[in-house]
Nanobody, 114 residues
Framework: VQLQASGGGLVQAGGSLRLSCAAS???????????MGWYRQAPGKQRELVAS???????YYADSVKGRFTISRDNAKNTVYLQMISLKVEDTGVYYC??????WGQGTQVTVSS
């Protein structure tokens, strides 16, 4: 299984970005691992869970992003999305998508400028 993330970039505070992460490979493994989501790592900080979504569309959000980020997935495309609005400088970091805690994407940089 491989995860391919895209959609990061540089945006001003208050702006929006949409991240995508497509899983490819063995479909039975992707289905069995169920949960897809995003972690982020800011400079000098530990990696933190931002949001996750199950194959049945149950979601989780970190308190810091509730009301601003929306996670969704297209099970037919094995793709998870993270819509981010009202971005803050503290949202800056490398965002990693994951599948079931076993597979990770390559990371995509999100930089929010003041």
């Amino acid at each position: 299984v491989q995860l391919q993330a895209s959609g990061g970039g540089l945006v001003q505070a208050g702006g929006s970005l949409r991240l995508s992460c497509a899983a490819s490979g063995d479909i039975s493994t992707i289905t069995r691992l169920n949960i897809m989501g995003w972690y982020r790592q800011a400079p000098g900080k530990q990696r933190e869970l931002v949001a996750s979504i199950t194959i049945g569309y149950n979601t989780y959000y970190a308190d810091s992003v509730k009301g601003r980020f929306t996670i969704s997935r297209d099970n037919a495309k094995n793709t998870v999305y993270l819509q981010m609005i009202s971005l803050k400088v503290e949202d800056t970091g490398v965002y990693y998508c994951y599948l079931g805690g076993s597979y990770w994407g390559q990371g995509t940089q999100v930089t929010v400028s003041s």
